[in-house]
């Protein structure tokens, strides 16, 4: 299998090729040339082995160039070890009408830990494979858990650097500290002035610089991402929409080839495109429920066909979905036109007037599969308060973005099973939780608030939020997002 770019400039590679590139030569994101298929009997066959044997089966659909071995080596050194508090790494809790995949167990307590623990692992075998010599310096935008995961993920990996961009003011507290107090030879952490977006455009940009990189390339020095438009940080979310499944099987909650539904929040719509990938492949997903929160670009695209992210940005209490530029979009744009030109031109499109239109036919094409909606923060803490008076069981802030919009899908009359996502242990956004549960938080600090957060729920505190108490801050650096370039020299060593 081989990898080419959405916008079509003819260029292949293998997977371990397009992992270490992260982004194609000409901006570009790169998709599989071919979209394996498999049977029942292949997700039947799910349900009798643990996370890390399921992930194996399904990565070595995509990854071909790399050796059984490789990916069962890549994947326990990923989820093995004690890295997950919960042996099932992706837990699924299965309640009456609804059930909750749990992606929140690994050690920053958020989803992206699912795609993040894997990726150095194949990235650091993918320099191997094809004998890279350059050091490779890893770029990261981060709207807040994507940044410290990555940090984590690779902190004294060898052969690479990691450096992290977060927006100064849009991570919550929490957030901030998980990456300022960061620890690890290889990694650096840069605020920057201005919203997510700023950031995530300020990556893009160095990554289109060709002069820039062909000066960190005579250094030694080669950029890749730990975002998710590198495939290798998508590729392992495929795994846990087959591992759900597989779950409810088990339980015998459904029978083989029952369809089920997900409800995702997402923001920068690459955890809910793994569910897209898992459905092409042969998992049978009825309906994909695409979560927004005030920040509703995305629910607007799927109901009219027109992306446009000329509009207000909000800060949010769930904040890693404040996003108005949504990456992954171009990949799904791709797979159902099939057309490199015509995603070229929506994506040139959107650089220069913020907006492109996909028109009537595509747009159908996108809604047999994509359902959509959105809530303020008003509903979203209505919605833990409420979740936690009929179940006892707390929410964070975006999960419960879902599980509002899953809800709504369901009293419209569907009735197939549903999975909420929960992409976030509430730990993390324990103000904003604490009070949605009507608690009175005046004048405590972080860990108090932790501490109280704790005497309602069921899930301790995570090991690395308590640890985060007497962490030493080592990341101060602020900069404006004009200045992005620089800091990646500096700290390329390049000035």
Not at 156 to 185: A, C, H, W
Request: proline share 3%; net charge negative.
């Amino acid at each position: 299998m081989n990898y080419i770019s959405t916008r079509g400039n003819n260029q292949k590679m293998t997977s371990a090729q397009a992992i270490i590139a992260g982004l194609a030569d000409d901006g570009g994101l790169f998709v599989p040339d071919e979209l394996p298929q498999v049977d029942m009997e292949f997700i039947k066959g799910l349900t009798k082995l643990s996370y890390q044997e399921r992930a194996a089966r399904v990565l070595g659909c995509f990854l071909t160039d790399y050796t059984d071995e490789e990916i069962k080596g890549c994947v326990e050194r990923a989820y093995g070890g004690g890295k997950f508090d919960d042996a099932a790494v992706a837990p699924l809790n299965i309640m009456e009408d609804v059930s909750v995949l749990e992606l929140w167990h690994g050690p920053t307590s958020a989803f992206k830990d699912m795609a993040l623990q894997l990726l150095p692992q194949l990235l650091s075998t993918a320099l191997k494979k094809t004998g890279e010599k350059n050091q490779v310096l890893i770029l990261v935008a981060t709207s807040g858990d994507t940044g410290k995961a990555a940090l984590e993920g690779f902190r004294d990996v060898e052969q690479t650097k990691i450096i992290v961009f977060y927006p100064e003011n849009g991570v919550s507290r929490i957030q901030k500290l998980q990456m300022v107090t960061q620890q690890g030879e290889n990694v650096a952490v840069t605020a920057v002035k201005g919203n997510f977006d700023d950031a995530q455009s300020g990556v893009k940009a160095i990554f289109s610089d060709r002069e820039f990189n062909a000066k960190l390339n005579e250094a030694g020095v080669s950029l890749s991402s730990a975002n998710s438009i590198n495939w290798g940080r998508l590729v392992p979310q495929i795994v846990y929409y087959f591992s759900a499944y597989a779950d409810l099987l088990k339980a015998g909650v459904i029978r083989a080839g029952d369809e089920i539904s997900f409800t995702v929040p997402t923001g920068n719509f690459g955890d809910i495109l793994a569910g897209y990938y898992a459905l092409r492949m042969g998992l049978p997903v009825k309906k994909l429920i695409c979560a927004s929160n005030t920040n509703n670009v995305l629910t607007d695209f799927l109901t009219t066909g027109v992306y446009d992210r000329n509009r207000d940005f909000f800060k949010t209490i769930s904040p890693s979905m404040d996003i108005l530029i949504s990456s992954n979009l171009e990949r799904l744009l791709y797979h159902v036109t099939n057309d490199a030109a015509q995603v070229a031109e929506w994506m040139k499109s959107l650089a220069e007037t913020g907006r492109y239109d996909v028109g009537a036919e595509v747009l159908a094409k996108i809604q047999a599969t994509f359902g959509c909606d959105w809530a303020d923060d008003q509903k979203t803490m209505e919605t833990i308060n409420a979740v936690y008076g009929e179940r006892k069981y707390i929410a964070d802030t975006h999960t419960a973005v879902a599980w509002d919009s899953a809800h709504k899908y369901m009293l419209q009359g569907n009735a197939e099973p549903m999975v909420v996502v929960s992409t976030a242990s509430p730990y993390k956004f324990n103000e904003s939780v604490l009070t949605a549960l009507g608690e009175a938080i005046e004048g405590m600090d972080e860990f108090q608030l932790l501490d109280k957060l704790q005497s309602m729920n069921s899930f301790k505190i995570p090991a690395g939020l308590a640890a985060l108490k007497n962490a030493e801050v080592r990341h101060g650096n602020v900069v404006e997002k004009t200045a992005m370039p620089q800091a990646v020299a500096a700290f390329a060593g390049q000035n």
